[in-house]
């Protein structure tokens, strides 16, 4: 189900509504409110990217594949950003896969060729978003190196921070298969960690879902990589809303 969105309160999407007045309205009638359900692919790897999104509530996943067929999450994307930022940088694919991840998202999608003519129109619009692509390679060069030297259960608390800030309450849909997929590690790895997180307090995983039950003693025991990337978006766009 979607409807235009001529006019209404400021998006949710911050992106969006960091902009002038002027830029927005003439954004508006070209924006599309859509839902977008568990495991949408927004574009996979190397086929034309037809629309960019703006998350207005949960995140999507941005995930790397392999010549083995096995995929791993590079990063993630909820409404402090835009899922489709190859168009931006004068490309029209992606090597990574856009996936919904997170039960259910709200988004506002741009075509992508009225995303070029606003890019060519709003000086504003192409500041921020070449200032998020920056914060976002960010994201996912801390994600490499965090992945490559950390131990399984300050990932997990990482990442559960991470899905916790783009999520609308304590609690969102999650596998271990899936945060095996997410972290690289095995289904036993994630199990393993899961169970220290949640022997600590930190967590609640029962039925496929998890809870952020302790925040400040899952920030505790994550890796100082959370608070890097925090600290990165925060110096480009101000302490988050």
């Not at 034309?48 to 207005?56: L, M, N, R, S």
């Not at 996936?99 to 606003?118: C, I, K, N, Y």
């Not at 095996?180 to 039925?207: K, P």
């Amino acid at each position: 189900m979607t409807a235009n969105t001529e006019a209404g309160p400021r998006p949710r999407n911050r992106l969006l509504a960091a902009l002038p007045p002027g830029d927005l309205d003439w954004l508006r009638p070209r924006l599309e409110s859509v839902d977008l359900a568990h495991r949408t692919i927004l574009h996979a790897p190397g086929e034309p990217i037809t629309a960019v999104h703006f998350p207005e509530t949960g995140w999507v996943s941005m995930l790397a594949t392999l010549e083995s067929g096995d995929s791993a999450e590079v990063g993630l994307v909820g409404r402090e950003g835009t899922v489709g930022l190859p168009l931006l940088l004068g490309a029209d694919t992606s090597p990574f896969e856009a996936m919904v991840q997170s039960g259910e998202v709200t988004a506002l999608r741009l075509p992508a060729d009225a995303f070029l003519t606003a890019l060519e129109r709003s000086v504003a619009l192409r500041t921020l978003l070449l200032r998020y692509a920056l914060f976002f390679s960010v994201q996912v060069a801390q994600t490499a190196a965090c992945n490559g030297r950390h131990q399984i259960e300050q990932r997990l608390a990482r990442w559960m921070l991470m899905a916790h800030d783009r999520s609308e309450g304590d609690g969102f849909p999650m596998t271990h298969e899936f945060l095996s997929m997410m972290l690289g590690v095995r289904r036993a790895g994630v199990t393993v960690a899961a169970g220290a997180l949640q022997r600590a307090g930190l967590i609640r995983y029962e039925r496929g879902r998890m809870t952020v039950t302790d925040r400040p003693g899952l920030e505790a025991g994550a890796c100082d990589c959370y608070d890097q990337v925090r600290r990165e978006y925060e110096r480009l766009f101000g302490r988050a809303g």
